[in-house]
């Protein structure tokens, strides 16, 4: 009885079974914590499906996104995706921006043998879940060492590290940043954690502070690196900040103001790019939404359109051949330098580096893998 | 008589449980995954309503006890996994249920350890302890590299179904309910209604104190190993307080002390969850409301009188 209620009550949508369109799921953290990432991401998304119904759909059908959210909550993720799987029955998942939500839907898709394609989830671990799950970013130890590259290059060799321990993708970013670091010449001088929500970091950088190093490596998420720069300078601290594409958020400049200047985070890709390819995608997107690009649309966008490509090539939506498409993408060019997939179904391509200068994200160069 | 309407009902359950069982291929996958969250939800509700309705000791850590039961049966099973693989179901089954078991009895060891402290401490302050306990377990794992840390366990065995849910969810209310109507267990109510008297009277406050305590915690601990099992990954951040708190929010929605009416609230909250979720971004508020409204009808929960009326001690 229970059950029957539970099914009429939820069947809303004429789900499944329309021959002349294609479902395309995507699940993201529009609300909660993280909901400025999940809100980027399904921009990016929405317009990829978007242009690609004006230019004729793919394969002669029209395309229908179908999106979840899934709160930035934990078990949410396995939730939404099941329901999504169930009931719209998409021939692709495009999700998640954080790792651990992604690791959630991961096996999920697997089992169903829907490929899913990440856009910015960087742990490892995402991709080897199984061979229908794959990601458009670079992962966690490719990021650390242009981190690590980039600071040697400058000549920083006592290098700081703030963690924020709670975040597995700020944990890694660290491990393979020190792995690097350390191979390379570089010594780590002090490491200091905190937890995403904390306010106070006076601590951890007085500590910081005594040890004299060259510049500080604060892997985690844009709220807090905002707080610490600012509190940085308070101590007077000047050396740079170093971050990951954890800091790309307007918020961050919001949030430290002036001193976040002359700090430098590594990302996925910069508006200031003369490429044709992120010119004509800024363009688009302001036009569609009335702001910047940050990176997640960048590559939520890439991951919608590098699928659809994918489509074409495959000439079917069926899963197996779709899923050999997907791997077999070589050189695809992407707003977010040019992708080829390789045997672990992670993406191969280079990383920006990006200074705050004036409030605004100046690129400073390109670091190839 | 009652007796015989106690042992009835948990056959009745454990039936219903082989019977979902048994239909669960029929189902979806979103389906069942409703149907799991419920009965885990069950169980969390029912066992914290023994602490905080029953036994009236206001804890806010039943997150923390659901992770000590969660990363204690993944790591066996984990360690166990190679061996099992090619193992004949039936023993990847039992291995299962023992390494559930050895969560709930880990949980327990907790829950015994934050029952002690609350020998002294009462209300709000036993409710900081216990919130304070809760986050210690969790911050504990989360820098214990052997526990994945941060980034969590991934590629727990699928084990968890329809028919261990609502097998455990039975027992969990079977116990609970019979516990706090037999004559031991009215000194769990006792207790909470007045604690002087109660120790006047000769009963050993503390000892039922601690009691709660640890047969709450051993069906969190059930509870936290059967939502690792399903959905095969997890991490410190998704038992946070913010998970007990939907708890607690259950327990009081349903009526403190009243089993059937947690239970019903549990469920009652898990499809709310689900059938707002057309609301979209609106659902939250959409929640949240709902919450309010029922409050305000009821706010002596669910089925809160449908048990209480019996008793008639004025409040002071």
Redesign the interface.
């Known amino acids: 009885m229970l059950c029957g209620l539970f099914f009429s009550g939820c069947k809303k949508k004429d789900a499944a079974g329309n021959p002349d369109e294609i479902v395309i799921g995507e699940f993201a953290s529009l609300t909660g914590a993280t909901a400025s990432f999940g809100q980027s991401a399904h921009k990016g998304v929405r317009m990829a499906v978007d242009e690609a119904n004006a230019n004729g759909g793919v394969l002669g059908k029209k395309l229908r996104l179908v999106t979840e959210d899934d709160q930035s909550k934990a078990g949410e993720a396995a939730t939404v995706v099941r329901r999504m799987i169930s009931r719209e029955k998409p021939v692709a998942i495009i999700g998640e921006v954080a790792s651990s939500r992604s690791l959630e839907a991961a096996p999920i898709c697997q089992q169903n043998k829907i490929p899913m394609i990440s856009p910015a989830s960087t742990n490892p671990k995402v991709t080897e879940t199984g061979d229908y799950i794959f990601r458009v970013c670079f992962i966690d130890p490719f990021q650390g060492a242009v981190l690590a590259k980039f600071m040697l290059q400058r000549g920083w060799k006592n290098a700081a590290i703030l963690t924020d321990v709670k975040q597995d993708y700020a944990v890694g970013l660290t491990d393979f940043f020190k792995d690097y670091f350390t191979k390379n010449g570089g010594t780590i001088v002090s490491e200091q954690s905190y937890s995403s929500g904390d306010k106070d970091f006076k601590a951890q950088l007085t500590s910081i502070r005594s040890t004299n190093p060259e510049a500080i490596l604060v892997a985690g998420y844009y709220n807090e690196a905002g707080l610490i720069a600012s509190q940085a300078r308070e101590l007077d601290i000047k050396v740079p900040l170093l971050g990951g594409d954890g800091w790309d958020s307007p918020s961050l400049v919001e949030v430290a103001g002036d001193a976040m200047e002359g700090n430098f985070f590594s990302n996925h890709f910069s508006a200031e790019d003369k490429s044709p390819a992120v010119q004509s995608f800024l363009a688009k997107y302001k036009a569609k939404y009335i702001e910047s690009p940050d990176a997640m649309s960048a590559l939520a966008y890439d991951a919608a359109m590098l699928l659809f490509d994918a489509m074409k090539r495959a000439g079917t939506t069926e899963s197996t051949a779709l899923r050999d498409a997907i791997a077999s993408t070589s050189g695809f060019p992407a707003v977010t330098g040019n992708i080829t997939l390789d045997a672990n179904r992670n993406a191969s391509k280079s990383a920006v580096i990006l200074q705050i200068q004036n409030g605004k994200f100046r690129f400073v160069e390109t670091v190839a893998p | 008589m009652k007796k015989h309407i106690a042992h009835l009902a948990l056959v009745a359950g454990l039936a219903a449980s082989v019977a979902l069982y048994a239909i669960a291929p029929q ?5 069942v ?2 149907f799991v ?1 419920a009965g885990i939800n069950i169980i969390l509700a029912v066992s914290l309503n023994l602490v905080n309705g029953h036994t009236g000791q206001f804890s806010l850590g039943h997150a923390g006890f659901m992770a000590a039961g969660a990363y204690t049966s993944s790591i066996i099973t984990l360690t166990l996994a190679p061996a099992l693989a090619s193992a004949p179901a039936w023993q990847a089954q039992a291995a299962f249920f023992s390494a559930l078991l050895a969560g709930g009895l880990f949980a327990s060891f907790c829950g015994f350890l934050v029952g002690v402290p609350s020998l002294r401490l009462r209300g709000d302050y036993l409710a900081i302890v216990t919130l304070g306990f809760g986050e210690i377990i969790r ?1 504990v794992i ?2 214990t590299n052997a526990l994945g ?4 366990l ?2 727990i065995p ?1 084990y968890t179904n329809l028919l261990w849910t609502f097998g455990i969810a039975t027992v969990a209310i079977y116990v609970v309910a019979s516990l706090v109507n037999s004559t031991y267990g009215r000194g769990f109510i006792s207790v909470r209604d007045d604690e002087i008297a109660a120790e006047a009277m000769g009963i050993n406050t503390t000892k039922y104190k601690v009691a709660a305590f640890v047969i709450g915690a051993f069906f969190a601990g059930l509870a936290g190993g059967l ?1 690792a099992h ?10 946070n307080f913010l998970k007990s708190v939907d708890v607690v929010v259950m327990v009081i929605l349903g009526g403190m002390g009243s089993t059937p009416g947690v239970a019903a609230a549990a469920v009652l909250l898990t ?1 709310m969850n ?2 707002l ?2 609301f ?2 609106y ?2 508020i959409v929640f949240a409301l709902l919450l309010i409204i029922l409050m305000i009808v009821r706010p002596q929960g669910l089925l809160g009188n449908f048990q209480r009326r019996k008793r008639k001690a004025p409040q002071p």
Do not use: K
Not at chain 2, 27 to 31: G, H, P, T
Not at chain 2, 149 to 152: D, H, L, P, S
Not at chain 2, 230 to 239: D, L, N, Q, T, V
């Open positions: 189902l979806d996958d979103y389906a995954n409703i969250l911050v989360q820098n840390g941060a980034r969590g991934e590629g699928p939502y399903f959905i095969s990954y997890i991490a410190p951040e998704g038992f499809l689900e059938l979720r057309d979209e971004q659902r939250m």
